[in-house]
DNA sequence: GTTCCGCATGAATCGATAG
DNA sequence: ACTATCGATTCATGCGGAA
């Protein structure tokens, strides 16, 4: 039997296998670098100090894989040693928007059920930056893809149409003066905020820092179609790349460490039994 | 009868008004200074890319007349222009570093209801920065004071602190905060996150930019105890300073716009009537 | 007295239009 | 080309009057 050519899982270091993807052939890059000396003992475990540099010659390079149309969602949130949070991923955004990178939004991912702990000089980290960059500044959105039920309010405010309603349409010159109002009538759903509400998954144990499925699907939803191309280069566990298959969406994956290369082969070959 | 040395109210610039606090006299600051070309009308609307000399100046005061153990709290967010967010708020982290400030910690507020809107390429914004400056690693920190019962703490609890039924009945004002408090005490309590989640505050008619008084609440509890001396440089309507009075703390506030000074002394004096 | 409901109002942002 | 101003869009909240 063929084998269907995605999802493309690739071992190896992105730094180099990144240069095997052509220009201008990817839709979205959803990712989670190895923060800086996490996980030291699988990955290299980058210093803080040499996070920017580190990481340039990657962002150079998925700089030229994006499509112009496309979005790089990078979910990054710099540890605090010492007392204080470490400024590399500051520093990282300048370096990206040197690098041609707009930073075009900064969004917010709430953990819900963050990890415990105390300590006597600060409380539990419980949110990490969701960092969206653009080649250019018409990039794909659906927005509608995205949208989130109303709050209760809006049940006893859509009954009656109040006078404003009327009066603040009015200021519209010319037509569709009736059509926004219906589109409220049968609305049930509004557009989401830049702030994101998700629990961490716990029930992945063997890779040290899965995010939920739900996160990188809000976002392939939000910036592809069905058969778009979405990399994460630092595949992990294979997170990203198992939502886009569901979603239909063609993932390709780049991962340095045999054993999560290995797990997410494993965790996709369960999804796809006709791979076996 | 002889006039309450707390609070001080000051009207004047803070880069002049500063100078003539003492060094190491300050416990708290608490601050949300004018955003870069937000409110241009009624400050003088700094460029974006004059912001961080601008601010350079007050933070070597700041850091001057706050004591060693005390904390400096900066409620900030830089605003999108032409499909792309500002890079001023990160470079006045990096600024205020090199100036002798450690950054401590970067707190979320999750503004639930925000502004209005829609735009091809972004969602509606729903955070600010609370950026957490210290002079040293030894700073007072109280946490049992924002402990929070379990569940859904932001809701039930500082949504409730901020009604203006404190204002209105004065022969509770002083007592009625710790009061509410003693609700909780028999159910269990947690520590709280770094996310707070309040709405904004949509009743005050006179200032366009007011924070929920639960906002300078939690700090101020968190980081000071009664008598501790609290500052605001840029004051505004004067929550903060009120805030702080009612939990029996003193406060300093500065403020250039002589209409919000008076709104802002106005607001204190029908707290305390004895100043009449 | 409770609950319900009408209503104004935002630390917003973009695209178009005007100078 | 570049800046200043304006209109359009959108939704959670709390107050106050009504049922």
């Known amino acids: 039997m063929e084998q269907p050519q995605y999802p493309r899982l690739i071992l190896g270091d992105c730094r180099d296998v990144l240069k095997q993807l052509p220009s201008d052939s990817v839709d ?11 996980r030291k003992h699988t990955y290299g475990g980058i210093a803080p100090e040499e996070y920017v540099e580190w990481f340039l010659p990657i962002g150079q390079e998925l700089f030229r894989v994006l499509k112009p149309d496309g979005t790089f969602i990078l979910n990054i949130k710099e ?27 900064e969004f917010i991912w709430h953990k819900k059920n963050c990890y415990p702990g105390k300590w006597p000089n600060r409380f539990r980290d419980a949110w990490e930056r969701l960092l969206q960059f653009n080649k250019t500044k018409r990039f794909k959105m659906f927005q509608e893809e995205v949208m989130v039920p109303m709050g209760d309010w809006a049940e006893k405010r859509l009954k009656h149409l109040s006078a404003t309603d009327h009066v603040r349409d009015n200021s519209r010159v010319g037509s569709g003066f009736g059509k926004r109002v219906a589109n409220w009538l049968y609305r ?41 191309v979405v990399l994460d280069p630092f595949m992990g566990s294979g997170t990203t790349i198992r939502v886009a298959r569901r979603l239909n969406r063609n993932g390709i994956g780049i991962e340095l460490m045999p054993e999560y290369f290995a797990l997410a082969e494993e965790e996709i070959a369960r999804e796809m039994p006709r791979l076996l």
């Open 28 to 38: 979205l890059i959803f990712t989670s670098p190895p923060y800086a000396d996490r």
């Open 79 to 105: 540890k605090a040693e010492n007392g204080e949070r470490h400024t590399y991923v500051l520093e990282l955004i300048l370096a990206l928007r040197r690098q041609g990178w707009l930073w075009t939004e």
């Open 188 to 228: 049930e759903k509004v557009y989401p905020t830049n702030v994101l509400h998700l629990a961490t998954e716990t029930k992945n144990r063997r890779h040290s820092a899965v995010f939920p499925e739900a996160l990188p699907e809000w976002f392939i939803k939000l910036f592809t179609r069905e058969g778009d």
